[in-house]
């Protein structure tokens, strides 16, 4: 069955220092997401892309991030300068359509900021 | 999420039914009821999701009231690995659906 990959596994980074968090969805979706997950918090949501562009985002996703499917199967992302609260569990998904169809998960990156 | 309510806790014998029950009372017409689970350390899962019918596959089944205002999630024979958060939420058929993850039903399977 198909799956949703995220590299790595878990990145331990410097504050202020830029990350980039990778994501290979499935190959015929359409829709892609990222999570986040503080530890032993909710899961919330950063933000939706379909057709190359940001359909929403929420409050948490401010100017220090940004998203990018930079070849066509890669959904990156990126996070400039990293703060000590960026410290998280980030789950990327994604899905064929939306609504009717569900979105499938990867089993996420741990970020650790030092 | 305040739109679905659902046990904070259950527990479960294994190899025994699990039935976990979840209140959507104002779902919309164009809304599903979408099940996903977290278990430790991992990904969200998706379970199941139906619109006004009864659906089962291969993980679970879900009951859906003819009211649309209540369902149940059923896992025929629980077993540890299913040990786990189940959440229940209503997802629209339009529109950018973000999913929001409320404090779900932790659901433990005792031996």
């Known amino acids: 069955e198909p799956e949703v990959t995220q590299t790595p596994s878990h990145q331990v980074t410097q504050m202020g220092q830029e990350v980039i968090l990778r994501c290979v969805p499935i190959s015929n979706h359409l829709y892609f997401y990222w999570y986040r997950q503080i530890l032993g918090q909710k899961v919330e949501f950063l933000v939706s892309f379909y057709n190359n562009e940001i359909s929403e985002k929420s409050e948490i996703f401010d100017d220090q991030f940004s998203v990018e499917r930079p070849d066509g199967s890669n959904f990156t992302l990126k996070i400039r300068s990293t703060k000590l609260e960026d410290s998280a569990m980030y789950f990327c998904a994604s899905s064929y359509r939306q609504g009717s169809q569900p979105q499938h998960f990867g089993d996420g990156t741990r970020l650790s900021i030092l | 999420d305040a739109k679905t309510t659902q046990p904070p806790s259950m527990d479960c014998a294994e190899g025994r039914a699990a039935n976990l029950p979840c209140n959507h009372s104002?779902?919309?017409?164009?809304?599903?009821v979408y099940w996903y689970r977290q278990i430790h350390s991992q990904g969200p899962q998706y379970i199941i999701h139906?619109?006004?019918n009864n659906e089962t596959n291969e993980m679970a089944s879900l009951i859906i009231t003819e009211d649309r205002k209540s369902s149940t999630l059923i896992l025929p024979h629980a077993t540890l690995r299913d040990t786990a958060v189940y959440y229940c939420m209503r997802i629209s058929n339009f529109g950018n659906e973000k999913l929001t993850f409320g404090t779900g039903t932790r659901l433990t399977i005792i031996p």
């Open positions: 104002t779902i919309s017409g164009n809304e599903y």
């Open positions: 139906g619109l006004k």
